[in-house]
């Protein structure tokens, strides 16, 4: 059972919050804004999660239209539309993450945030969470300057165990969509799923436990 784990890992932003349809609108704010007639709907988005890394689909959308971006500006922008929507519209924890947070404090066990996206977003994260996430609980929190390869490959999940000074079997991952599972499975580190919104259909059939909510009551997974 949990009693069994030094610390739980939240993966991604979407272990904490669900950002999905945010995000992709505000892809398009970006691209229009950049005067760019893309415009990504929830099944073309829902595709394109299945791969990480939100400038890679800039620029594999680019590629595939024979039309040259600066992916890199493109993706600033959208950050920054992101981060002032989230502020703006406000945003709520999923199901069962405060009760599994709270355990954690109460038992000492250690929390990470183990994402590899931009300072800015994890910043504006807790402003808009105003107050219902404290990163002070944190013991680790990833950023996209830690690492130089995103999910799935491991090397973000490798920074956080070797932060922590733990060991992989001491660890319990959390990841949202199959990709970013891979990252910590490929640091031998027991993942729970926790789909998103558009990672419903993703296969999770390596991931150690299956769950909607992460109410403490609800992860009835054994060792």
């Not at 007639?37 to 099944?43: A, K, S, Y």
């Not at 999940?157 to 660890?171: E, G, P, Q, R, T």
């Amino acid at each position: 059972m949990l009693t069994n784990f030094k610390a739980i890992l939240f993966g991604s932003i979407g272990t904490l919050v669900e950002t999905s349809e945010l995000q992709r609108r505000a892809f398009n704010q970006a691209f229009s804004e950049a005067d760019l007639d893309w415009n990504w709907n929830p099944d073309e988005y829902k595709i394109m999660l299945k791969k990480s890394g939100g400038r890679n689909r800039i620029n594999e959308y680019a590629t595939d239209r024979g039309i040259k971006v600066n992916a890199h500006e493109l993706h600033l922008k959208k950050t920054e539309i992101f981060d002032n929507m989230m502020k703006e519209e406000g945003i709520s924890l999923r199901p069962g993450v405060a009760n599994l947070i709270g355990y954690a404090i109460d038992n000492n066990v250690h929390l990470a945030f183990v994402t590899s996206t931009s300072n800015a977003n994890v910043d504006a994260i807790f402003m808009a969470l105003n107050g219902q996430l404290n990163r002070n609980d944190f013991n680790f929190i990833g950023n996209d300057k830690m690492v130089s390869k995103p999910k799935p490959d491991s090397e973000i999940y490798l920074k956080a165990l070797s932060n922590l000074k733990l060991n992989a079997k001491d660890c319990l991952a959390i990841e949202d969509t199959e990709v970013s599972m891979r990252s910590a499975i490929n640091a031998n580190i027991k993942c729970i799923a926790f789909p998103g919104a558009l990672a419903l259909d993703n296969d999770f059939s390596d991931a150690f436990y299956i769950t909607d909510d992460l109410s403490r009551n609800n992860l009835l997974f054994t060792e």
